[in-house]
């Protein structure tokens, strides 16, 4: 779906401002609940906060766990999020995929329905304090997967992750009712899913329909019934937003091109739109280079780490450690898309910091 150039422009300033990638949250709580949720994966979850808030620490996202301000879920896609504590039961509610589904599951990792449920008081003995997967492999000694039966857990809401590593996904397991205090909180999955699409539009719009469903996960008959009740209008061509959001949206101004914002892996705008509905963001021709492929069509579309000049996509990047080194490989999408060099360097400098890297090295390859 190819918008005109002048509403693609102003799709542009709007997402990017109301993803707050003008960095005007004034801290990671805020952030996380104005777009509902983050990849939890590191360092996908801190990077994202990192490019949307005015201050961020290495301890932040560590701080706002021990304090119990967000949590780990599966819910869009089934794909495990950062969200906060607050929001986290309707986000559940609305995305949770049916637990009879799991069977595929169970015999892949040589358990069957008695075994798993024989399995769960448990693991749940072992995780009243925070506990890694493979002490709970070491503590219960079975034949078949074990990480499979704690996924699963988690799956229930009978189980949470908690980071450590900000570069790194070393996961640790606890069991929610020791964490907490108590179950997370039941929700109504119709009115949940109905709170998800309106969040969703105030954080992605405008947006179409098709769009809300490949964000979520849902069918497109649900997306289109939880939608049905929200106070919409058509911006052009099936792109909704909020009544309330038109008149705004109809006078934003367009971001300066000297404006840049480094997003990881996974970013939340990124994979914020199906795969035919990311031209504010980046030219079709230039998706199978900010995206993952699977043969010649964008399908799953994971979203790689990427360079934003006013906006639009221009290169995507890299990086690796070496000892405290950071080494960032950047890839311009055109010749002329690479920014002065200065530029990168200081947004790399500042990611490199908060992974605890001591030096940051920045090498920019030919277009392709």
């Not at 590191?42 to 949590?71: G, K, N």
């Not at 605890?356 to 277009?367: I, N, S």
Request: proline content about 8%; glycine content about 6%.
């Amino acid at each position: 779906m190819t918008q005109p150039p002048d509403l693609t422009q102003r799709l542009r300033a709007w997402s990017y401002r109301r993803q707050l990638l003008d960095r005007t949250a004034l801290d990671p709580a805020e952030a996380l609940r104005h777009i509902i949720a983050v990849y939890s994966t590191h360092p996908t979850a801190p990077l994202s906060l990192h490019c949307r808030t005015a201050s961020f620490a290495p301890q932040d996202i560590a701080e706002l766990e021990q304090r119990r301000e967000v949590v780990r879920i599966p819910a869009m896609r089934g794909s495990i999020f950062l969200a906060p504590l607050e929001t986290a039961a309707r986000l559940a509610a609305a995305t949770r995929r049916p637990l009879e589904n799991v069977a595929p599951n169970l015999r892949y990792a040589g358990l069957d329905p008695a075994g798993y449920a024989a399995l769960k008081p448990r693991i749940l003995a072992l995780t009243q304090e925070p506990t890694t997967a493979d002490a709970l492999k070491r503590a219960i000694p079975i034949e078949g997967r074990l990480t499979t039966a704690v996924h699963l857990m988690a799956r229930e809401g009978l189980l949470l992750r908690l980071g450590s590593s900000l570069r790194t996904d070393n996961l640790r397991y606890v069991a929610t009712d020791a964490w907490l205090g108590r179950p997370l909180d039941e929700a109504d999955p119709t009115d949940s899913l109905r709170w998800l699409a309106e969040s969703y539009l105030r954080a992605f719009g405008p947006a179409r329909v098709a769009d809300f469903a490949w964000w979520s996960g849902v069918p497109i008959r649900r997306a289109r019934e939880a939608l049905a009740g929200c106070d919409l209008v058509d911006v052009s061509a099936g792109l909704l937003l909020p009544a309330n959001q038109h008149d705004v949206f109809a006078a934003v101004e367009p971001i300066p091109d000297d404006t840049f914002s480094l997003l990881p892996k996974w970013d939340a705008y990124t994979m914020g739109h199906a795969p035919d509905g990311r031209q504010r963001l980046i030219p079709d021709p230039h998706l199978g280079k900010a995206f993952t492929l699977l043969g010649k069509a964008v399908t799953a579309g994971d979203g790689l780490p990427l360079l934003l000049r006013g906006g639009r996509a221009v290169a995507s990047w890299s990086h690796r450690f070496a000892g405290d080194r950071m080494l960032v490989t950047v890839k311009p999408f055109a010749p002329d898309a690479l920014p002065a060099l200065l530029h990168v360097e200081r947004g790399f400098d500042e990611v490199g910091r908060l992974l605890g890297a001591a030096h940051v090295e920045v090498v920019a390859v030919a277009a392709g």
